[in-house]
């Protein structure tokens, strides 16, 4: 069997209204993800083999942003397949399944509030479900399901399967597309030092508890509508994400990286997710290269990317 790839670009969060704390620990969100085209590229390459027990047999990672991304079934590229191979097996019932090498290459920064993990694990998804149903010669499992898994395997999953631009409720996985006029150019820019997700969301929670910062900000109607006009000077005044405070507070440096952003001459800029990626929205492709230039030369240990949105869902190469 011939390897199977596919893309799967990163996200931004151009409004990410944050709730209290649930009971499960997470938080109820309110947000507006856009993907962007930086991209990775997930490869199952069978070995040949076929085999009851598990269907992944390695798993590597190269390109740009491989530096610290997990090698073993810790990766949710990983789980993604044999999550794919449980279900199809639970479905049809107990069969080999072809072995595969799984082949990450990283265009989306790590750690980075990008979604770079959940977009390979929505590709590896994708994937397997095809060669599942190749060797079971059945139909795939189908888009429910498959954004069913995704909710299991992470908060950002089901948003990177889709793509373009969507509403996302609950954790962020309840998902309604929106209607987006218009292209939009970003200037991304990364941060050599990462920042943990959970610890963004407990910084949060510490700087709410202590009365330091706004109170959840869960409409998301001027985002919607600015989106509708498809002009980025109006986007600009209508991207807000209640998660910057804590990112900031963990990672000062971030309130510089801001700045420069703005005296470079960006409509707006924001940090991306739970951060420590700072996405500024720009006018062209020139003032997205001017501000990159600005804020690495200011900041050491940043790196600039231009980027537009919004991308499609996973792609089949
Ligand atoms: O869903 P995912 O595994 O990507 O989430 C990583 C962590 O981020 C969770 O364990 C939780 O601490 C935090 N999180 C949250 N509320 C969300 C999404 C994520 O508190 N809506």
Not at 46 to 63: E, F, I, N
Request: glycine share 12%; with cysteine; net charge negative.
């Amino acid at each position: 069997m011939e390897p199977v790839r596919a893309y799967a670009h990163a996200k931004v969060n151009l409004h990410l209204g944050v709730g209290p704390a649930r009971a499960d620990g997470y938080h109820e969100l309110a947000t507006v993800f856009q993907a962007l085209s930086l991209r990775d590229e997930v490869e199952l390459a069978p070995t040949g083999v076929d085999a009851l027990g598990p269907m992944v047999a390695s798993l590597s990672a190269a390109g740009p942003f491989a530096a610290g991304v997990p090698e073993d079934e810790t990766n949710l590229a990983w789980r993604a397949v044999e999550q794919v191979a449980a279900r199809f097996r639970a479905e049809h019932g107990a069969r080999v399944l072809p072995q595969v090498d799984i082949a990450l290459h990283k265009g989306i920064p790590a750690a980075g509030g990008m979604a770079g993990g959940s977009a390979d694990a929505a590709a590896a998804l994708v994937l397997a479900d095809e060669l599942c149903a190749r060797a079971y010669e059945v139909s795939g499992l189908g888009r429910e399901a498959l954004l069913e898994i995704a909710a299991g395997l992470g908060s950002d999953v089901p948003f990177i399967l889709m793509g373009e631009t969507a509403l996302g409720l609950g954790r962020g996985e309840q998902l309604t597309p929106l209607l987006a006029r218009g292209w939009y150019t970003w200037a991304i820019i990364t941060n050599a030092q990462g920042l943990s997700t959970p610890a963004v969301f407990k910084k949060l929670d510490e700087l709410r508890a202590a009365g330091r910062v706004a109170k959840p900000s869960l409409d998301t109607a001027g985002v919607a509508r600015a989106l509708l006009s498809g002009e980025p000077a109006q986007l600009a005044q209508a991207l807000h994400n209640d998660m910057q405070p804590a990112a900031i507070s963990l990672l000062p440096q971030l309130r510089k990286v801001l700045e420069s952003g703005k005296n470079a001459g960006a409509l707006a800029g924001l940090v991306s997710g739970s951060g420590p990626t700072c996405a500024f929205l720009v006018e062209d492709e020139d003032q997205a290269r001017e501000v990159i230039a600005q804020v690495t030369a200011d900041n050491r240990g940043t790196r600039g990317y231009v980027a537009w949105g919004p991308a499609p869902g996973v792609e089949r190469v």
